[in-house]
């Protein structure tokens, strides 16, 4: 971080009543940096730094530089110090044109627009070995650095690959495959699990259908003992009958064979006497 880029305690873009503005010199010679150099290196807007960091690599570049001139523009550039200080806040490009007028060098041969006065600085100023900053500042402040006859187009050719990047991509590479080791064998051991899980639930039903099967039998041999004393119950009771029966059917006939003797000794004592008269 430049030491020289000085904090200020409040920043400028709003300037209020408090905040008193260089006016800005028209001179028509350049002189020595004076209060918008100083200013201008403090970077007092907010689209040219974040903190003490410069928002661009242009600026980067122009704060590290030794102001060699006070900002200077063309006599006939009516802008009030206010005016022009919002301009800045406005326009980073600006900001950038104004501190590349008061760090950087008078180009060997004009542009042609600053040659023709078309542009706010009085002289052309360029910035030797800024690729950021190729046209003059009098082109970059309106933003019209491809006009400019210093303008040369970035280099479109890819920066040359770090050789750091490919151990560090193998790296990544390796830790990518690492966790992806990790993540199948967490994997495999939930299979695992699951298949445990499935295979004892399986014995589980087994053992409940086994238990099922074992209630029933039991419950079959209970019913077939009941059914079994029943039967046998019933043949007692037939056999019971049957005795009854025939009990019953001796004493008939004793009862009978009773009757009957009975009869023939009646009869033996009622044997009718010879009628009286029979003989005569
Ligand atoms: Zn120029
Ligand atoms: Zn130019």
Partial sequence: MPTHLRVEGRRDDSHGPEVKLPKVYVGTVDKEPAE???????????????????TTIALSTLVRMTPQREL??????????DAFNT????????????????????????????LRNLRSFPVCIIIPDCPQLTACMGCHQNDKD??????????????????????????????TIQTQQDLNTKLLQQLDSWNKARSDFSAMMVAQNDAKGHLSRR?????????????????????????????????????????????????????????PGFNI
């Avoid at 003992?225 to 046998?232: G, H, M, V, Y």
Wanted: proline share 8%; charged share 30%.
């Fill in 146 to 175: 491809r006009q400019c006859d210093h303008y040369v187009p970035p280099e479109e050719a890819p920066a040359a690959p770090d050789p750091d990047v490919f151990d560090k991509l193998k790296e990544v590479l390796a830790t």
């Fill in 219 to 275: 419950a079959n041999k209970r019913f077939e003992a009941a059914i079994k004393e029943c039967q046998e119950a019933k043949v007692d009771a037939e056999s019971v009958g049957r005795n009854l029966e025939r009990q019953s059917s001796l004493v008939e006939s004793a009862l009978k064979e009773r009757a009957e003797l009975a009869a023939r000794r009646a009869a033996r004592h009622e044997r009718p006497q010879p009628r």
């Fill in 87 to 114: 301009s800045l806040a406005n326009n980073r490009s600006a900001v950038e044109a104004c501190l590349g007028y008061v760090v950087g060098v008078e180009a060997p041969t004009p542009c042609s627009y600053c």
């Fill in 36 to 54: 918008w150099a100083e200013r201008l290196m403090a970077l007092p807007y907010t689209n040219s730094r974040q903190g003490n960091v410069p």
């Fill in 72 to 81: 200077r523009l063309r006599p006939d550039c009516r802008w009030t110090a």
